[in-house]
């Protein structure tokens, strides 16, 4: 291969990847109520929280709402990693993944595509997060960088988990496998994770699962980010998760979807 | 372009221990339609996902225009259109977005892409539609989308899959239509089909599928006068007359049988068993009243063909 066609390749790779990702931000767009929905529940996890539970829980030095936020922001991407595989398991019934088969268009396109819209899509989904965090007295106590680092972290481990749930969608039978297999995996990584409470106040050997998996690792950096103190170590924890993911679930992802073929 | 556009030699493909193809061969000339007729699960979608490079066969080849459809997929994909059995459109974008979007996975510049598109649109009688959302087209609106989806980049070679499943008739006719005309500008075409009547109305050569491989091919002509019985009505001015006409002829070896004044006749040769057997009867009996011949259709050549392999099943 020549410089110059290898650079035309990543030219076509770019532009699919772009088409594709347009196509399924203007799918979104056109069914508005699954983006209420990715919206609704985190909102209403906020409001049961901050005000029907956070009364009972207590987190020695800060406010509970600033504790609650970074919960509430990992939990609204990863809820919505679901979406990446019921978006791709749609396009698998319908014919849509077999005609992208036959086109001329660059391999990668189909999930680099849906991955890079379901990243426009969180992004969406946080900015409405923290507007409403910031509404109900969420105030970020070390300020807006730590903040925004906190957030682009959030980043980062959704686009992991988008290419892990890529790599399900491929493999279930149909959109509502996708949804059943998503939902219980979310909840437990969700829940037993530090998300809403401390991970001391769980029973031991909940708090061995609960405190080595990844939405925790995320949830703790964010937090260390956010209200100050000592940061390094959970960042570089949350990256370690992040870039594992990532790895693996973009090998598994572009594996099942080559083997479509077979 | 000598030789075949399309080839397929000896292809296998088993998903599990389901065996879907065993051993199918074909050859389609260049700008010609072949009809592959088969019931369900004998194959085609298969075949055609091969063809089209949406999978790989386990053992054969295959080529589209002499590139092989495993090692040069990219090249084969540049070369044809494909239309599956379901309408693969996106509910959610209209009709020219779909189209837009479809021109530029198949390598159209942006402009070239929503020129492409406004011209399908209104070949396809879209036109008025083509800015609705196709969730809100009917099922014969989306196939002519769909076909439409398949011709961006207006390939030389198209694959349709049973591309009238579930139409309404007046649709089914409008997509014969378009067919015809793709393939009167030169376009070479395989479809699939479950309807015998659509390979006879659009294949220059069928080929009938059953258990993964192909069982005979043909005009839709030679196929009838290969298996469809010719069946001649005659009817005398009596029953006796009848009755001496069906004892002569079964002396013949003729397989006649009688109702009333009325007797039928089965001949396995065609029309052309008509003469031998009136000049059979000539000076024994009157002259039958009336005479007539119906000609087999492929239903016949169908039903023949597959309850013969219908041992296999």
Known sequence: MTAATALSDVGTSVSDTVSVAQRNLLTLLRTPQALVFATVQPMIFVLLFRYAFGGAIHVPGV????????????????????????????????GLLVRFRTLPMARVAVLGGRTLADLARNLLVLAVMVGVGFAVGFRSPNGAPGLLGALALVVASAYAMSWAFAAIGLRV????????????????????????????????????????????????????LITGGPAAHDVLICLAWTAGILLVSALLATRAYARMGR | MNGPVIEADGLRKAFGKVTALDGLSLQVPSGTVLGLLGPNGSGKTTTVSILSTALRPDAGRAAVRGLDVVRDAAAVRRAIGFAGQYAAVDPNLTGRENLTLIGRLSRLARKQSRTRAGELLADFGLDAAADRLVRTYSGGMRRRLDLAAALLHRPPVLFLDEPTTGLDPESRLGLWDSVRHLARGGTTVLLTTQYLDEADALADQIAIIANGRVVDNGTPGELKDRFGRVVMDLRFARPEQA?????????????????????????????GALVPMLRALDGLIPDPVSVAVREPTLDDVFLTLTAQGGTLS
């Not at chain 1, 970074?70 to 319908?94: C, K, M, N, Y």
């Not at chain 1, 001391?200 to 609960?210: A, C, E, I, N, R």
């Not at chain 2, 006409?245 to 065609?270: C, H, P």
């Open chain 1, 173 to 224: 039978s149909d959109p509502e496998a996708a949804q059943a297999a998503g939902v219980p995996v979310v909840f437990l990584l969700v829940f037993t994770s530090a998300a809403f409470v401390p991970a001391s106040s769980m029973p031991g050997w909940l708090q061995v699962f609960g405190t080595h998996q990844p939405v925790d690792a995320l949830v703790n950096a964010e937090r260390a």
């Open chain 2, 243 to 271: 009755e001496t006409a069906v004892r002569t002829l079964a002396v013949r070896g003729y397989q006649a049988s009688r109702e009333g004044t009325a007797i039928q006749v089965a001949s396995e040769s065609g029309s």
């Open chain 1, 63 to 94: 406010n509970y709402v600033d504790y609650l936020m970074p919960g509430v922001f990992a939990q609204s991407v990863a809820f919505g990693a679901i979406g990446t595989a019921v978006g791709l398991s749609t396009d698998l019934r319908s």
